[in-house]
């Protein structure tokens, strides 16, 4: 077991141009806090650095190899690419574990291919056994479970954001400065970032703990304040059925199914949504389901933890006073 | 210009998809093959493209197997100008690593100013195979973008970033990866199936590539399937005025509020 504490998994953790560490570092920390060491790489704007480290520190880190980006950096995903390689080559890890976020795909893509190790992605947990590193997948929404590990080498792993319950304690993490070369690689380049106008007291819906969605049976944009009220009282995010998003009720960013965002929440409640194979897709592997549909045989009941075959326009409001109620 | 649009064939996600519980592969037989849907809308965004450039050639690119051509098809009657298909038996259960590889040895023997796919399939959902081509090639990547132009020299384009939104730009030749915000691909014409008939779709192997799929490299490998127990109904009740009190008083006693 002493070898299994010392074995150190490589995490890059991300950083908004803001300085905020992202909320997929808990989760990184955690699953690599299961099965090794948990080393962070942190390549930061200029300025921004030690404040993350600190940050990663407090959600597990036990070392943190800490770079700055010039100021005015501009090009995408290289930094980040150059700056891991560079840590992979001083750590020499058992596991290198990125975020299946944007920015992470791109960087997992290029650090596998860089490094000629193999890549797992869009993983929902990694364990350990006498053999090395087992990647944990769920797929086809939700429908199997899919165990993958690599040949030889060092495993590169996206984890699914929210996807991965374990955290790790927190940590006093030694800081090392990362120095590394730029590699210069062709990119591209970021012209300019404009900070979305989204209200910040909801949570995100991806990794959200609570998800309150609507869907046709919602019947307008100015309804789906509805859907948000009910959120709202439950600290919940809210999501949408394609049909929603598709007759311009919501935003596409709401979209939850299979070709939308994918959550697997504590509590998924869904309005006036069907149920269509895609949708579910995205969501059945939510811990309770609770739907509220005017249709009986909406195919969404088949799979819901508590049914009410209502009018969501009555049901909601009383929902929403009842556990109002309750809070005061 | 000379445009190549990765597209892949997947079971159609309108059913209930299967693994084989033994192999860890699709069972093809289970769902109707179709193209990926948003492949269709990369293919659209360069037909569109060509449309009004008319010296652009759109090369639809797919590995997969023997039933892929008549995907492809598809794709030929909105208009791409030709395929390129690899086939190889060596390509079943196929890695991201050696994927990636054999589609970048593809579009260099294609030759290319864009390569555009769609930002993640319905299958693997990985969408990691565009940066890790243009790591291969040593291109340039501007993946999951909302919105694309394509000019004579350069491509550009907004995706989502931590807290926001960037705009991007990147040097031809490059490659891109488009979201389902592009518009909806258009259907084939009756004119487009009859033509797409007649357009060459060329197929090759991994030793035409230069590949060997058996390589002393690492590879990630399935080691267990299992099929999870079907969620089934729980409660379910009929309003009766009291539905919304009712709800409330369930999430209260499991905790869930």
Known sequence: MTELAVDPILVLLSVSPTGELATSAAELLGAAGRIGTPVAVIIAGHGHGPDAATAAGARGAQRVLLAETPDGDSVLTSQLVDGLVAAYERVNPSAVLISHSIEGRDVAGRFAVRTQNALAVDAVGVDRDDEGIIIHHSVYGGAYDVDSAVTFGTPVVTIREGGVEDRTAAANPTIESLEYVGTGRK???IVSFTPEQARPSRPALRGANRVVAGGRGVGSAEDFALVEQLADVLGAAVGASRVAVDSGYVPH???????????APQLYIALGISGAIQHRAGMQTAKTIVAINKDPE???????DFGVVGDLFTVVPQLVSALTAKKE | MKIIVLVKEVPDTYAERRLNLETGLADRDANDRVLDEIGERAVEVAISYAESHPDTEVIVL???PQTVPATLRKALAMGATSGFHVLDDALLGADLMLTAE??????ERIGFDLIIAGDTSTDGNAGVIPAMIAEHLGIAHATTLNSLEISDTDIGGEREASGGTITLTASLPAIVSITERLPDARFPSFKGIMAAKKKTIVTVDLANLGIDADADVPRSIVIAVSARPARSAGIKIVDDGNAGQQLADYLIQNRLV
């Open chain 1, 187 to 189: 990119a591209a380049t």
């Open chain 2, 62 to 64: 797919t590995l997969g």
């Open chain 1, 298 to 304: 909406a195919l969404i009941f088949e799979i819901a």
């Open chain 2, 102 to 107: 054999t589609l970048a040895k593809a579009v």
């Open chain 1, 253 to 263: 960013s709401y979209q939850v199914g299979q070709t939308g965002v994918s959550v």
